[in-house]
């Protein structure tokens, strides 16, 4: 039990990562928030988690807007009584473009959900760890965010590119207040969101080129990450960067 006694919100918890992430903390001990845009699916995954006899609830959450998380943290609060444990883990992706051809509506959503989420996220969340003595964040980037940039789409690795900068400045300036922040990057992960950032062959083909392990990763590898970023088990790390990524970044 990693995370026994320990509540958490997983944003985008209602499919793929999200969803996987809410059953492993729940399995190592937590209670665990749902908290997805899509209230509905997000209802099926914590009725998962509790057919598997974990806990969990489900709360709709935008994570753009920022009285949707006030509701969030303070339903918590009441329910619970606080939140030890935040991952900033929704997020958005698509085709891989060229710079001339993303429309300026299409960075500006990469950026709201991917950048802007995670920061008011952190920034509600801040008070409420200061209150308890301490808190853990972790943020749900991607290998797009430290390099390989040549075979990115521009709106995509500047908005995870944003969320590495983030987790480093919070990571800094609360240390003293026993908050932890680390960035998980995975490289491509065998999912729904990778299928789509990846639907034409060519561009998967030449994506796996780019993996030195020559596969994409299996959910189960990055949630352990998660887990172990979350967990006391990393009681001393805070501002780090975590490559989960089939050791791309070492070409």
């Excluded at 969990?56 to 619970?80: I, P, Q, Y």
């Excluded at 473009?97 to 429309?103: C, F, G, K, W």
């Excluded at 590495?164 to 003293?176: F, P, S, V, W």
């Amino acid at each position: 039990m990693r995370l026994e006694g320990k509540r958490a919100i997983v944003t985008g918890g209602a499919n793929g990562l999200g969803a996987a992430i809410a059953r492993r903390f729940a399995v190592e001990g937590a209670r665990v928030a749902i908290a997805d845009i899509d209230d509905r699916a997000g209802m099926v995954s914590a009725d998962a988690v509790a057919t598997a006899g974990g806990q969990a609830c489900s709360l709709r959450l935008d994570v753009t807007r920022e009285e949707d998380w006030a509701l969030v943290v303070a339903d918590l609060a009441k329910r619970w009584g606080g939140i030890d444990i935040l991952v900033n883990n929704a997020a958005i992706a698509s085709g891989l473009t060229r710079i001339e051809d993303r429309s300026p509506e299409d960075w500006d959503r990469s950026m709201a959900i991917n950048a802007k989420g995670p920061f008011l996220g952190t920034r509600m969340l801040l008070p409420v760890f200061r209150r308890q003595g301490g808190g853990t964040i972790v943020n749900i980037s991607s290998v797009a965010g430290l390099g390989q940039s040549q075979i990115m789409d521009p709106a995509y690795a500047c908005s995870k590119a944003a969320l590495t900068m983030l987790t480093r400045i919070t990571a800094a300036q609360h240390a003293d207040e026993g908050v932890r922040c680390n960035s998980i990057h995975p490289g491509p992960i065998d999912s729904d969101l990778a299928r789509i950032a990846y639907s034409d062959g060519d561009a998967f083909a030449r994506r796996l080129l780019r993996l030195p392990l020559g596969r994409l990763a299996k959910i189960d590898e990055v949630v352990s990450a998660i887990l172990f970023l979350a967990s006391d088990e990393s009681s001393y790390i805070t501002g780090a960067a975590l490559p989960v990524d089939g050791a791309a970044l070492v070409q």
